[in-house]
Each structure stands twice: as C-alpha cells, then as structure tokens.
C-alpha cells in the first residue's frame, strides 16, 4: 500500500488444509485494514467453505473489490450469483469459464490469448460487448478449447504449455527450474506443429 499497490490478493498457504474459516476470516479482516482486497474462489479448503468464507468477509468489510472465480465449476455460478451485487466478479484465463457465469452477473475476465493471440482476445471481446452468443461460442471452440486441452496433454501440463507458446510466440522462454518441467527440443517441435494445426502459430 506504501507503494502505491491499488489491491492485494490475500491467498494464504494452507499446508495439510491446516486453515479453517475463522483463522481465514482473521486474516482477510486484518488484510483489509490496510488496503482493498482482490479475493481468489474459492480461497478456502472446500468450494463451499469459500462461499462462506467470501460471504463472512463481506458481511465484516467494504473493502473486497473484486473476486476471480478459480473453482471454474458448478459453485461458481452460485458464487457468481451470490456476490455478484457485492463485487466485481471475473474469470481466469479460459473463455469457456467466463461464459460459465457471465449469465449469474460476471463482469469480466482475464485472456491467456491475450499475451500471444491478441486478435482472438479483441474478437472475443468485442462479441462480449455485442452479447453474440454465436461468435464467442465460436471463439471458444476453435481455439480455446483445443488450446487447453492440448497444453493440459503436456509433459509438465499448463505451466510447460504457456512457457512454450512464450517461446514460440517470440517474447519468453521455455526453460523453468526443477522441479517445473521444460518441454525437450522433439516435444517442441510437435507442439509447434500442433498450432500450425490449430491455425493458432500462424
């Protein structure tokens, strides 16, 4: 905050599901007081437990800004429909989660494509603005989710995934430290392939 931080994220380590709901309340409270919060579903050890975590939260301080939905499940929509009018509620990476609960009074959401595929993210964006159904279905069927399902396919999953369109895309590298795993010269070459196939690496 004395620098100038506008939110924080107060996502706390939770070894051995160690928290409970009281010792998490104690801690976002305490959070609060010194700047606005940026709060993570579900936050807690259970979906359930962080809807009443948030709902706990909410009851006890008018400083949760904005809730990411990380659950991306059925509990989102409740979540989404629950604090909707309390807080601005956005989505991860993937289109498909935003359209997930757009419906319940999401407002918006963060674009993975938007680091690589800019021209995919303003499509889509601009579709939001029109509430063409259509076209973002069409967005996510095209590139969304064959995107994630071909990184969540990867030696090393998701982080491997993204590491290796930095590369491919021109502003990153693939290679991470152990224990994270780096895909090998050959498992490159077929992702690269992969998205000339998916018309995503032009």
């Known amino acids: 905050a004395e620098i100038g931080a506008d939110l924080f994220l107060p996502y706390s380590a939770n070894w051995a599901a160690s928290t409970t709901i009281d010792t ?3 801690y976002n409270l305490a959070c609060a007081k010194i700047i606005p919060l940026l709060l993570i579903y579900p936050a807690a050890t259970t979906p359930e437990q ?6 706990a939260i909410l009851r006890q301080t008018d400083q949760v800004m904005a809730i990411k939905d990380d659950s991306c499940s059925n509990l989102s929509r409740r979540m989404t429909l629950k604090f909707a009018d309390r807080a601005a ?3 991860g990476g993937q289109k498909q989660h935003f359209l997930n609960i757009l419906p319940y009074g999401a407002s918006g959401y ?3 494509f938007g680091m690589f595929r800019p021209d995919i ?7 939001c603005e029109r509430m063409d159904l259509e076209t ?7 590139f969304d989710f064959p995107y994630f399902d071909l990184i969540s396919r990867l030696p090393g999953g998701f ?12 502003f990153g ?6 224990p994270y795993r780096t895909l090998t010269d050959e498992e490159m070459e077929h992702f690269r392939n992969e998205l000339i196939r998916l018309e995503i690496l032009k």
């Open 110 to 112: 963060l674009s993975t």
């Open 121 to 127: 993210a303003w499509k889509f964006y601009h579709a």
């Open 136 to 142: 973002m279905r069409d967005i996510i069927c095209r």
């Open 24 to 26: 998490l309340l104690d």
């Open 89 to 91: 509620i956005f989505s």
């Open 173 to 178: 590298k693939r290679f991470r430290k152990r």
């Open 159 to 170: 982080d491997a995934g993204i590491h290796a369109t930095m590369e491919l895309f021109g």
């Open 50 to 55: 962080g809807i009443e975590l948030i709902d």
